[in-house]
């Protein structure tokens, strides 16, 4: 990689749905540990922290694209650049017009991964499917760092090869070590350009894995913040 290009992580959680540091912490982690300025806040079926990290971003020299996790009723897909909610259980194809019509892109999450649900997988751990358009959707996310099987990335990559899909890597982060485990690589600077590389499928996803410690670090920090909602006081 060059000097004229950047990377993305465009698949991060925050405390507005199951991850373990505020929209803030994020921000503040990304701008003193990585060398990423260009991240994506996808929280689960809900934009609160994705809106709440951009308002934010400008302090600390970061641009955040506003995205979610969207449930759709056979898996989640990455919606980007959107501004407003999308209801979850929806099918894919109603999720991927809702994303449309907001002028935002759609790209299926950990599309076969297994333990999780997956757009590729006919349920947890089942065979794939055989009855999806794929080519209604942008992109696939052919590299997610939390997948404990490779083998589900590379089938993931085969697939965008085979119907022409933008590629996309994200770390899939939880907890802030994770963060940039995942990465999609671009031609520029910005999110605009970003943007423009996604739209002519002009990436590439790269990273490493998770692997047992950072999975280990996720369960510690979601226990510890079950533990402390356990205990709040009532209000």
């Not at 897909?77 to 929806?90: C, D, K, M, S």
């Not at 017009?97 to 349920?123: D, K, T, Y």
């Not at 358009?133 to 990335?153: H, Q």
Request: aromatic share 6%; charged share 15%.
């Amino acid at each position: 990689m060059t000097a004229s290009f950047s990377a993305a992580d465009l698949h991060i959680h925050t405390t507005a749905s199951d991850g373990t540091a505020s929209p803030e912490a994020v921000l503040s982690y990304v701008a003193t540990h990585t060398d990423l300025r260009i991240i994506a806040i996808t929280d689960h079926n809900t934009l609160a922290g994705a809106l709440e990290a951009r308002r934010l971003a400008p302090h600390y020299g970061i641009e955040v694209i506003v995205g979610c996790e969207i449930s759709t009723q056979i898996g989640h897909v990455l919606a980007l650049f959107i501004e407003h909610p999308i209801p979850a259980g929806l099918s894919l194809t109603e999720t991927v017009i809702h994303v449309r019509e907001q002028n935002g892109m759609v790209f299926a999450a950990h599309p076969f991964g297994a333990l999780v649900p997956s757009v590729g997988r006919q349920h947890l751990l089942g065979p794939e499917r055989n009855d999806i358009d794929w080519s209604i959707l942008d992109g696939l996310e052919v590299f997610n760092a939390s997948l404990w099987n490779p083998l589900n990335n590379r089938r993931a990559l085969q697939k965008a090869q085979e119907y022409g899909l933008t590629q996309l890597g994200g770390s899939d982060a939880h907890h802030l070590a994770t963060i940039g485990l995942g990465r999609t690589l671009f031609a520029g600077h910005t999110v605009d350009h970003l943007r423009q590389a996604l739209q002519h499928g002009e990436t590439v996803a790269v990273g490493q894995y998770w692997g047992w410690r950072g999975i280990a670090g996720a369960v510690s920090a979601r226990m510890q913040r079950w533990s402390r909602w356990q205990t709040a006081p009532a209000r």
